[in-house]
T-cell receptor
Framework: SQQGEEDPQALSIQEGENATMNCSYK?????LQWYRQNSGRGLVHLIL?????REKHSGRLRVTLDTSKKSSSLLITASRAADTASYFC????????????FGKGTMLLVSP | DADVTQTPRNRITKTGKRIMLECSQT?????MYWYRQDPGLGLRLIYY???????NKGEISDGYSVSRQAQAKFSLSLESAIPNQTALYFC????????????FGSGTRLTVV
């Protein structure tokens, strides 16, 4: 069954605006990861945040993690048309380093 | 060359046929995975292998089998394809802790008619 659930399912913004996507999960985790998928292509790893971290940055990406609420958010600042893609969160459950469980994704459309 | 190569990229097959999807990786990782993606359902794990002698069922293994021929090769078979196995299939690889994430192939789009 799905561990992470992204919200919203779809998001449409203008270039230059910020995009925020949320992920909720159900069990304790070792870490949470975010991936991007361009239409029909393979997923690309963006960023990982460990369970003992609360915030992490990478370029225009900012990820937060609230383990008490079992939720994470991905913020993309100053969005570009090239950011148009689906974004997935994935969790590594706190039972040893096993497999990642992916959410259903948020589809982001950035219009010029 | 891509780190993870999947063949074929696209395949149309008939109901009842056996089909094999192949995956090879050049990352030198021990761990390999097969996922299936359906619209609105995200990615679901079919099988995974933590080393050449280790094969494990995932969430949706019924109707599928796998073979780990070498550290670099992990193939997925549909024993008798059915239309609801029409989907996008991804192979991925990682090291033990996957702290750099999974590396995915470009996918195989399979249509069963």
């Amino acid at each position: 069954s799905q561990q992470g659930e992204e919200d919203p399912q779809a998001l449409s913004i203008q270039e230059g605006e910020n995009a925020t996507m949320n992920c909720s999960y159900k069990t304790s985790i070792n870490n949470l990861q975010w991936y991007r998928q361009n239409s029909g292509r393979g997923l690309v790893h963006l960023i990982l945040i460990r369970s003992n971290e609360r915030e992490k940055h990478s370029g225009r990406l900012r990820v937060t993690l609230d383990t008490s609420k079992k939720s994470s958010s991905l913020l993309i600042t100053a969005s570009r048309a090239a950011d148009t893609a689906s974004y997935f969160c994935a969790t590594d459950e706190d039972s040893g380093y096993s497999t990642l469980t992916f959410g259903k994704g948020t589809m982001l459309l950035v219009s010029p | 060359d891509a780190d993870v190569t999947q063949t074929p990229r696209n395949r149309i097959t008939k109901t009842g046929k056996r089909i094999m999807l192949e995956c090879s990786q050049t990352k030198g990782h021990d761990r390999m995975y097969w996922y299936r993606q359906d619209p609105g359902l995200g990615l679901r794990l079919i099988y995974y292998s933590f080393d050449v002698k280790d094969i494990n069922k995932g969430e949706i293994s019924d109707g599928y089998s796998v073979s780990r021929q070498a550290q670099a090769k992990f193939s997925l078979s549909l024993e008798s394809a059915i239309p609801n196995q029409t989907a996008l299939y991804f192979c991925a690889t990682s090291d033990y802790k996957a702290l750099d994430g999974y590396t995915f192939g470009s996918g195989t789009r399979l249509t069963v008619v």
